[in-house]
């Protein structure tokens, strides 16, 4: 019967096609004509506002796989209004047009009162689906929400709680992160702020705790802010858009929680002691914090916050609920002795309500979720040393991704050039980087919420009493230094946490990654050694280190960035090795990785190198480092020239400093070389152009360090007098640079290192 349904919009006199001109209404009554659950019962037109207007479809559904007598009040037939809005950018919308359609069920849109409920059939938004949607898949969608509310399964049990209302205000109110907990503090205050736009007034209100003692001080003139906090109730779905005081109340009250009571004593709170003076242009924002139920047995899962602007000012809505008294111009609380017999006042019900939508600030917890983190893994202490260009935008990714708790490590200050590519400011030149970079990316999150440490030192300075504690309890160190010194020193350091080293070369072309094992068994000095190897023997090392600014020199080494390099190189390598780093650290193994850029096509080629197992030798005053890549080398340079003596020179680099020996590689017997089982001249032709190679790809570091030659079969690594003689030779040649002279015995089953007089098996 007519009186069962709620009319929406006017009905066209018959079912005719020729009344609708939306295509999408056009394609889905031809659908519904030759559908065996889904009959048409007539056509209608709704005039909206600003010249919008829906075209709907009034259907029955009768599905036979609803019970006739389900606990949820769903009908084998149900009558449907399916609404399609003239703007293309609307979803499709059904409307259930009985009066009686059960409220209580999940997943209900609502839409204001005295209008039909919809059903919530889609999660995602019309922009998506629109673009798989059909009518056919449109009726089979709200076949099965019939079906399965019925059921009682539509709501999955793993599925998080219903929202209490679903709606979008003119206004929006920013809590912050751990509000909830907060809350229950009877120290604090919640206080609104007002964020003023260029354009349109205020839109955002945030809340700010502070002491309650300060509250007064910092209320708003314009806003009064109410907290409710009430007892929890259970989640069921949500609830019409309640449009007056009264209307709140009502639904409050149904699920249990005594709202009126709630507001009255918290308004003569506020007015204990000194009473208030009436504000006329004041408004109350009423927050409601709710705690939700899954069932009345259990504990709340969580709680939902919903906020509502009322156009009175405290005094009045006080006075209006019956809380407030005015005497000699001040409001005063009107105290409770007893059960009252007077008639309670009633006019507070008709005061209209605005929704206000309420959001959280984001916390750690859901930026590590949002960035696809996992927070066992996510929290841990760094140190990142070095915040310049580089580790600067690092440290901004890692922050707003919520990747550890870092300490920030550097003695430079912000000059005026760096901050083209620096994530500091112009208003922070003259600030150390340390303090400019703990500064931003701390205003990532809500004042207070995320913390960081600043040590304005270089970490060469490992004098430093708190530099050395906060490495020590760290559990990772990221050396963004861009010096060759950092991680050599890192490496010498028994109490340093694993480290990791991420530069990039001067072009700003190519990025590179060298990482420790977790047992730190090869450390970073080790992988800087096996990397120059890989560029000394791969394509992509020719241009690999190409704008180096010559031999190695205060600020112009192989990982100087003081070049020209556009703030977008810059950024896309922080991208690639904040979640290069952050992936890899979560593995045991090291690693060594470069990425290069084609600067033309955008593309970003990886080159993985695998590091090999570390060797360190005495020699004497020296100590003397290779691996186990260069130790298969010359094995097999060895055996290819078996049954004769073959040799050639060593290429490497000294670090005088630390008495460091690093051996890089060994290049095979020059073509004119002369060797037999008794004994091997090294030749000279190409040697020149290789070591010209060595130096201009790996700017300048890796040099000739002295020589390298096997003996033959059976043979053990000792020295023979030629090679004492030919040592001696070397010492000599070398002593006008002051190096020392390397020499590498490689024997039947041993290799010997001689440098000097001194000897190491």
Not at 254 to 264: E, N, P, S, T, V
Not at 300 to 313: G, I, Q, T
Not at 427 to 436: C, E, L, P, Y
Not at 600 to 627: A, M, Q, R
């Amino acid at each position: 019967m007519p009186g069962d349904f709620i009319p929406f919009g006017e009905p066209y006199p018959d079912l005719n096609p020729d009344h609708l001109t939306l295509p999408i209404a056009k394609r889905t009554l031809s659908v519904c004509y030759n559908s065996k659950d889904f009959e048409a019962v007539e056509l209608r037109r709704l005039q909206l506002l600003n010249g919008v207007f829906a075209e709907i479809i009034v259907v029955d559904c009768v599905n036979d796989q609803i019970g006739s007598k389900n606990q949820f009040g769903i009908k084998v037939r149900e009558r449907l209004a399916l609404v399609f809005l003239s703007k293309e950018d609307q979803m499709p919308e059904v409307r259930a047009l009985r009066r009686d359609f059960p409220l209580e069920v999940l997943h209900l849109n609502y839409y204001g009162p005295r209008q039909p409920v919809g059903l919530c059939l889609y999660i995602d938004t019309w922009t998506g689906i629109e673009r798989t949607w059909t009518p056919q898949k449109f009726l089979k969608r709200i076949f099965w929400w019939l079906t399965e509310t019925a059921k009682g399964t539509l709501h999955l049990r793993d599925q998080p709680l219903e929202q209490m209302y679903y709606f979008e205000g003119s206004f929006e109110l920013i809590l912050p992160p751990d509000f909830d907990d907060k809350i229950k503090d009877k120290t604090l205050s919640l206080i609104p702020i007002l964020i003023e736009r260029s354009v349109g007034g205020f839109k955002i209100i945030r809340g700010l705790f502070i002491r309650k003692d300060q509250a007064q001080a910092n209320q708003l003139p314009e806003i009064n802010l109410l907290t409710l906090s009430l007892p929890p109730v259970v989640h069921s779905g949500p609830q019409p858009f309640p449009n007056t005081l009264g209307q709140v109340h009502d639904q409050f009250s149904k699920r249990g929680a005594a709202f009126f009571d709630l507001l009255c004593n918290l308004i003569r709170e506020k007015a204990a002691g000194q009473g208030l003076d009436r504000r006329p242009l004041g408004r109350c924002l009423l927050l409601l914090h709710t705690p939700l139920k899954r069932t009345p047995d259990s504990e709340p899962e969580r709680y939902e916050s919903r906020a509502f602007l009322l156009p009175n000012d405290l005094t009045t809505l006080g006075e209006s609920i019956g809380a407030l008294i005015l005497i000699n111009g001040k409001y005063y609380a009107i105290p409770i002795l007893g059960e009252s017999k007077s008639k309670p006042a009633t006019a507070w019900r008709d005061i209209e309500v605005m929704p206000i939508d309420v959001k959280s600030s984001v916390d750690q917890a859901f930026a590590r979720a949002a960035s696809g983190l996992n927070p066992q893994t996510a929290q841990f202490e760094g140190v990142l040393a070095g915040v310049g260009a580089l580790g600067s935008s690092l440290s901004e990714i890692w922050a707003k991704e919520a990747w550890g708790r870092w300490t920030f490590i550097d003695g430079d200050i912000v000059k005026a050039h760096n901050t083209i590519r620096h994530i500091a400011k112009d208003w922070q030149i003259g600030q150390f980087k340390v303090d400019a970079v703990k500064e931003i990316v701390e205003s990532t999150y809500h004042d207070g919420y995320y913390t960081s440490q600043a040590i304005p030192e270089s970490i060469s300075n490992w004098l430093n009493p708190q530099f050395q504690e906060t490495v020590r309890s760290a559990n990772l160190l990221i050396d963004s230094t861009t010096t060759l010194e950092v991680p050599r020193d890192l490496s010498q350091k028994s109490d340093a946490p694993r480290s990791i080293s991420v530069f990039l070369t001067p072009s700003g072309t190519d990025s590179v990654l060298l990482l420790e094992n977790i047992d730190r068994s090869l450390r970073l000095d080790s992988l800087e050694a096996q990397y120059y190897r890989a560029i000394l023997n791969n394509p992509w090392g020719e241009g690999h280190l190409k704008g180096h600014l010559g031999h190695l020199t205060v600020g112009a080494g192989c990982r100087d960035i003081s070049a020209i390099i556009p703030i977008e190189l810059i950024q896309l390598h922080a991208a690639t090795l904040a979640r290069q780093v952050r992936l890899k650290s979560e593995n045991p193994e090291a690693a060594i990785q470069i990425w290069h850029t084609d600067l033309v096509t955008g593309g970003v080629t990886p080159f993985v190198i695998s590091p090999e197992s570390s060797y360190l030798g005495n020699l004497g005053s020296l100590k003397i480092i290779w691996d186990e890549g260069f130790h298969k080398k010359v094995r097999q340079l060895r055996a290819k020239g078996l049954p004769n003596e073959t040799g050639g020179i060593l290429l490497g680099y000294f670090d005088l400093k630390l008495r460091n020996v690093y051996v890089v590689d060994a290049l095979p017997a020059p073509p004119d070389s002369q060797g037999d089982q008794t004994g091997f001249t090294r030749g000279v032709e190409g040697l020149q152009t290789a070591l010209k190679k060595a130096e201009e790809r790996t700017a300048g570091i890796v040099s000739y360090i002295g020589e390298w030659h096997s003996h033959p079969k059976n043979s053990s690594s000792s020295p023979s007098a030629a090679d004492i003689y030919l040592l001696a030779h070397l010492a000599r040649t070398l002593q006008d640079d002051g190096l020392p002279a390397v020499m590498l015995i490689v024997g039947e089953n041993d290799e010997r290192w001689i440098v000097g007089k001194a000897a190491v098996e």
